[in-house]
């Protein structure tokens, strides 16, 4: 994809606008504070520009007080922390707790807009492995990270809680569909990998397939990989836990929030030339042991921009790939057992054949299907590069409606116009890396500085494994998972 067809990217001006919404310091003295001081406000705003701010839910209904922030701010007194995080997503909060739960740092975490209206919020939830591939380089960190995830969903058991209330919490499984010759020798493939690598995978041949989703279309060539132990989660419910683990932190002076704070600058020290601060619209937040960048497609923005100045010429090749998800909220009509997806979802192949590409630009839609905790059928999806522009095209979710209904042919029953008071859709910025693997670490020549970004449609999927991977990096402990695949240096180079 030509560059000219992102369009101009921001630029530092636009770091410094600010939505309708007033900007404060979020600090709760309490883990209950937030159950007795909370109302709702609206966390979508078209007018957003900066990282956190890539999510636009399209919708008929008032659907969207699953989030909010306290009416009167409580400003923290201290502007010094040992890690200061930029970006408030899955990856940013994670990091944050991590740090929180496994040392005795402050953490200050920084965000333009609020939790769950970039990409996070955009997403499906799920935690499959089905589409992954054993001996890459992502299997490991996603492997890790799965079973941390796993593992907290055990211990909020073993508190007495319920992972599905506190998380949206699912073993649903996950199928893997595949209707060709080729994708049948493919699968096959992939089940021996996965059992070799030591998850339990079953390849099903048609027959099974048909037991195992009764309205899944099936014929003589459909089979799929089956794995049974695959969960899923709800990111709004999730961040809003890791959120509360936070925050818990918070009375004992370890932890704070700037939400609705772009950031304007790095400051340097004048005594080594490191970053020792960052200015936000009304904070100047200074970091004794790092900074992490975790600002999803924005990264690359910041980075460019921010350091330019300071004649280093940092090409941080991230960029916004932009995706579609269409959610029909309490949706029965579709029995649904595990969550699907099509073969075809492991390379994305670019599709020519639709209205919205006549201007040349390049798009995918795979199935993929799930049902959340909450009984709404989740349906998609599409990806491709048009900038940072959020903006609904019914033309791609047309296509996504056209290309389920040749997998559950239920549906061509059903006119998606009819559904419209039902629907939602998800419009979200996948940070896209080329080579299909994020920058985890520090950025070479400012070694207070480090990236976690890039993790396009695996961010919650990858989420607890990356935290633990920098907060390790931070601290110089050995990592659980090799980190030289994802280091900086290899796409600045």
């Given amino acids: 994809m030509a560059s000219s067809m992102l369009g101009p990217p921001p630029t530092a001006r636009d770091f410094c606008r600010v939505t309708p919404m007033a900007t404060h310091c979020l600090f709760f003295p309490s883990p209950n504070f937030r159950r007795r001081s909370i109302t709702h406000r609206s966390t979508f705003s078209s007018h957003s520009i900066f990282f956190g701010a890539s999510l636009k839910v399209h919708t008929n209904r008032n659907q969207l007080g699953r989030f909010s922030r306290s009416p009167t701010p409580i400003y923290c007194s201290s502007q010094e922390f040992d890690v200061v995080i930029v970006g408030a997503g899955i990856i940013g909060l994670t990091i944050a707790r991590q740090f929180l739960t496994s040392s005795d740092l402050s953490v200050a975490i920084v965000d333009k807009a609020l939790p769950c209206s970039g990409a996070t919020g955009a997403g499906q939830g799920y935690l499959w492995m089905a589409h992954k591939t054993p001996g890459s380089d992502i299997w490991d960190l996603t492997w890790r990270s799965h079973q941390l995830w796993k593992m907290l969903a055990e211990s909020l058991k073993e508190q007495g809680l319920n992972p599905t209330v506190e998380l949206g919490w699912k073993k649903t499984g996950s199928l893997l569909v595949g209707r060709t010759k080729a994708q049948l020798d493919m699968l096959k ?43 899923q989660l709800d990111a709004y419910l999730t961040v809003s836990y890791i959120e509360k683990v936070n ?79 269409l959610v029909l909220q309490n949706f029965d009509y579709l029995q649904l057992n595990h969550g699907l997806m099509e073969a075809g979802y492991v390379d994305h192949p670019t599709l020519s054949d639709i209205e919205s590409s006549e201007d040349g630009r390049s798009l995918s839609v795979s199935m993929t299907a799930t049902v959340d905790a909450a009984g709404n059928l989740l349906i998609g999806s599409s990806r491709e590069f048009v900038g940072f522009s959020t903006e609904l095209d019914e033309s791609v979710v047309r296509y996504i409606w056209k290309r389920v209904a040749e997998f559950f042919p239920k549906l061509e029953l059903l006119s998606l116009s009819n559904l419209s008071a039902n629907r939602k859709v998800r419009i ?28 396009e449609g695996g961010g919650l999927s990858m989420a607890l494994g990356t935290a633990e991977m920098v907060a390790d990096t931070v601290l110089g402990h050995p990592t659980k998972v090799d980190c030289a695949p994802f280091a900086v240096h290899r796409v600045l180079d």
């Avoid at 340097?268 to 960052?278: F, Q």
Wanted: hydrophobic letters at 35%; glycine letters at 10%.
């Fill in 247 to 325: 925050r818990s932190f918070a009375s004992k002076g370890r932890y704070a929030e700037f939400y609705n704070q772009p950031v304007k600058c790095f400051i340097r020290s004048n005594s080594n030339g490191e970053v020792k601060a960052i200015e936000t619209l009304s904070h100047t937040l200074h970091s004794k042991k790092g900074i992490i960048v975790a600002a999803g497609c924005w990264t690359g923005c910041l980075m460019q921009d921010s350091f330019r100045n300071w004649g280093m010429e940092l090409d941080v090749p991230v960029r916004p790939r932009k995706g579609h998800l």
């Fill in 428 to 455: 979200g910025l996948r940070p896209y890396m080329p080579d299909g693997k994020p920058m985890i670490g520090p950025v070479p020549g400012l070694s207070n500085v480090y990236l976690a970004a890039g993790h």
């Fill in 189 to 231: 493939g992939r089940v021996k990998q996965l059992n070799e690598a030591g998850l339990k995978a079953e390849y099903l041949c048609n027959s099974d397939l048909s037991e195992q989703e009764p309205d899944l279309f099936v014929d003589k060539d459909s089979a799929g990989a089956f794995l049974p132990d695959d969960c």
